[in-house]
């Protein structure tokens, strides 16, 4: 006998829904961000601000940021169906954001250094040409909060909408927004009150934000690359679901992310009372994001050691 139909057996690797609509709004905040970048960049040259050129690098995080989460959902979409990927192309959102983190790592010690110069060698700034620019930076980030911010409840529904990169993508602007805010309190303060030294700690503070961005980047992405265990929770969580069910125990357990928010498992259960993968599998569906559940199922053999459930007593009665 042969089984014709198998589509109720095999997993989807299909992404739900149209990226498209998010992929436009992505790519104009994009070009927007781009632009904004080059002009405080060249402009914090110019008028000797770092705070300016902190912002402009700032963009230039978030932009890659932008480049990363759009990249990704265009090979998603184009891909989803493609059976080389085995459990689909969640992993390329990480695979950049790991090169990115690599980057903004570089972008952050350099800023640092010359904070530190001039800290040590004070220049003079341009305070009224450098104010108006960071206006416009400002302005310009603010659009982009609004076009990237999802529907109904800020900073709710993207994840859903469209994944956790276009989430984090929005958090990231939300932050530009605030540093192009420290950006015109520093020139503001340096031009009434002469604080030169307040643009300088003003990059360096903006160095910082974007070397603890980097970390988290670098830790989160290198846990998917490198299939690490999403959570020491969940792998606790998984193995007292099992063990709580008769007499089972887990022999072998190995829990490991797809993507951000998405993790396999492959289970070895070793039981006096066997019972079908799917009912092990069953015990597992209310975990979150848990997908690509494969059960092994051993039978111990012998007596057992512990009273069996209903279930169990009743499936061990049937096979005698």
Known sequence: MHIHCMDSYRHSHVECG????VER?????????????????????????????ADGWHMASHGLALFIALFALAFARRHSADPKFTFGTGKVDALGGFASALVLGMVAITMVVEAVHRLLNPTEIAYGEAMVVAAV?????????????????AGHGAGAEAGHSVHATYLHVLADLLTSVGAIVALGAGMMLSWNWLDPMVGLAG?????????????DSSGILLDQAP??????????????????????????????????AIVSV?????????HYKALLAGIPGLGH????????????CLPAGPGALASGLGRG
Not at 207 to 219: E, F, K, N
Not at 293 to 304: L, Q, S
């Open 293 to 304: 559940v494969t059960v092994e199922v051993r039978d111990h053999g012998g007596e057992p």
């Open 137 to 153: 930076g400002l302005v310009v980030n603010l659009a982009s909060v609004l076009i990237l911010e999802p529907p109904g409840e």
């Open 231 to 264: 959570d020491p929770v969940l792998v606790d969580t998984v193995r007292s679901l099992i063990e709580a069910d008769a007499d089972n125990r887990v022999a072998d357990l190995h829990l490991w992310s797809i993507r951000a928010g998405q993790s396999a």
């Open 207 to 219: 160095a910082v934000v974007i070397a603890v961005w980097a970390r988290g980047l670098v830790r």
């Open 25 to 53: 709004r992505i790519r104009w905040v994009m070009g927007l961000t781009i632009v904004t970048m080059i002009a405080e960049i060249i402009a914090g040259w110019a008028f000797g601000s770092l705070a300016l050129l």
């Open 270 to 278: 070793v039981t006096h009372f066997p019972r079908p993968t799917d």
């Open 18 to 21: 149209d990226s498209r609509l």
